[in-house]
């Protein structure tokens, strides 16, 4: 017979050495997937695929000086489609009418999955502008979520996990139901996750935005499963496949060319 697992000091550490079970409060480490998924499900979210040919950048990007991560190269590429295309920084409000807001700017939220105190966490990075960012710009913010102390980096979300239910849940309501330009700036207009740096994808992330993004590791061809997952009741399935196009044509064209500038700019110095 299995061992069960008794928790010691709320924490989630399990210990072997007893066989009853034992019941324990969600750990805060938990509490924020949860308020999300619980929202999430407010949201019609469907999903289309793109299979895009990325082996000409995948080359200029080995080649870049500083290295630049995809998800810098998707979320840079992802805020210049989104200048152009309106629904994507569009939001959906049912309360108190039906109604659409449309943020001027891209705010990408990106999943950020951290080790802190004994316990794994999915915390929300937040990149302003990435169509007015430069790629090494959007990569410094990234090392940071990735390296800085959680504890600094993620206060505010580490502190809204020990509230209680009832107090989060009223703030994420009023945060996903009625602030607009707020929403926008704690929330974000568009919503990136990836499990390509390990060798998975993700179908549909749960996600409270209207574009949600994601993609796959690149095959031994150079090729990319990249999806947009939409709000049904901003835009249409052509809309978004139109979106995977041009993100395509942004990927292979705008962002080579800036990859190229970076490599060029770094061998010049190099050479200086």
Not at 30 to 52: A, E, I, K, Y
Request: glycine residues 8%.
């Amino acid at each position: 017979m299995l061992p069960n697992h008794r928790v010691h000091g709320g924490q989630g550490r399990l210990n072997d050495t007893r066989h009853d079970g034992h019941r324990f409060h969600v750990p805060p480490s938990r509490r924020l997937t949860s308020d999300l998924l619980t929202f999430s499900r407010q949201v019609p979210l469907c999903g289309h695929d793109r299979v895009m040919d990325l082996s000409d950048l995948a080359a200029v990007r080995a080649a870049a000086v500083p290295r630049i991560s995809w998800v810098s190269v998707f979320l840079r590429a992802f805020g210049l489609v989104a200048r152009d295309m309106p629904e994507l920084r569009q939001t959906w409000y049912r309360w108190p009418w039906a109604h659409l807001y449309q943020h001027p700017v891209s705010i990408a939220s990106v999943t950020v999955h951290r080790r802190w105190r004994h316990a794994d966490w999915l915390f929300w990075g937040q990149i302003h502008q990435p169509e007015n960012s430069t790629l090494p710009d959007i990569q410094k913010q990234l090392e940071l979520f990735r390296d800085g102390p959680p504890g600094r980096v993620f206060r505010r979300q580490i502190q809204l996990a020990r509230l209680p239910v009832g107090l989060r849940r009223l703030i994420w309501w009023w945060n996903v139901h009625v602030a607009t330009a707020g929403r926008a700036r704690r929330l974000g207009t568009c919503f990136l996750s990836t499990l390509a740096g390990r060798g998975a994808e993700i179908q549909v992330p749960p996600s409270i935005h209207t574009g949600c993004l994601t993609f796959g590791p690149l095959d031994d061809r150079g090729r990319c499963r990249v999806t947009l997952a939409y709000d049904h009741r901003v835009m249409d399935g052509v809309c978004a496949a139109t979106a995977l196009a041009r993100l395509e044509a942004t990927l292979c064209r705008t962002i080579r060319d800036e990859l190229n500038r970076l490599s060029t700019a770094s061998g010049g110095q190099q050479a200086a």
